[in-house]
């Protein structure tokens, strides 16, 4: 992908400037199906449905969400990452119907490094439309062009082969298969980083 005019970082002598990022007003983006939005408080239904799930959360190693309490304070979160510039992250809709179905983003934003860490989580009833595939090309879009990021890394789960194959379909190569570095619930846990560079 190559980086537009319009790109919030430029190179100069081959060095970088630093990366400057700013998401007010919050951008919404639009693909041929979706709608991505904020994520906002009316959601709380949804995101506790995505993240009490234990067969949707089963490659992710974090708690189930338990109650509306938690969905609400996990959207906080979401909240202050946006207003600290540690991440965005956007709601799926369809463009038919302001539902979240699912929720896709940077989470984790290394503005030293210009580099971000992409995420994302669909409903199960809305697995197999080829969704993700189409929220991600957005979000990786919005990231190089906007953001001036110089790579975007995943972290997955080695068995997790639906994103494995979401990633290696989006262009996105596999850098390294870390053993055991995560611990989570009693058990050490492999992982595998894939990742995608702004090359022009």
Do not use: C
């Amino acid at each position: 992908m190559k980086l537009s005019n319009q790109n919030l970082v430029s190179k100069s002598s081959n060095q970088y400037n630093m990366l400057q990022l700013n998401f007010e007003p919050f951008p919404n983006l639009e693909t041929e199906r979706l709608l991505l939005r904020r994520v906002i408080a009316t959601d709380t239904k949804e995101i506790l449905e995505l993240r009490s799930n234990a067969e949707t959360m089963k490659y992710i190693p974090r708690p189930l969400l338990k109650t509306e309490e938690d969905a609400l304070e996990h959207i906080a979160n979401i909240d202050d990452k946006i207003e600290t510039q540690e991440g965005i992250n956007w709601a799926i809709t369809l463009k038919d119907s302001p539902k979240l179905i699912g929720v896709i983003g940077h989470y984790r934003i290394r503005p030293e490094h210009f580099r971000a860490e992409v995420g994302y989580m669909l409903l199960p009833q809305f697995h197999g439309k080829g969704i993700i595939p189409e929220a991600i090309k957005a979000v990786l879009k919005y990231g190089f062009e906007k953001m001036g990021l110089h790579s975007i890394e995943a972290v997955i789960d080695p068995a997790n082969l639906a994103s494995e194959k979401v990633l290696q379909k989006s262009g996105f190569t596999k850098e390294a298969h870390l053993i055991e570095n995560e611990y989570f619930e009693g058990r050490f846990l492999d992982t595998v980083i894939y990742s995608l560079l702004n090359k022009p």
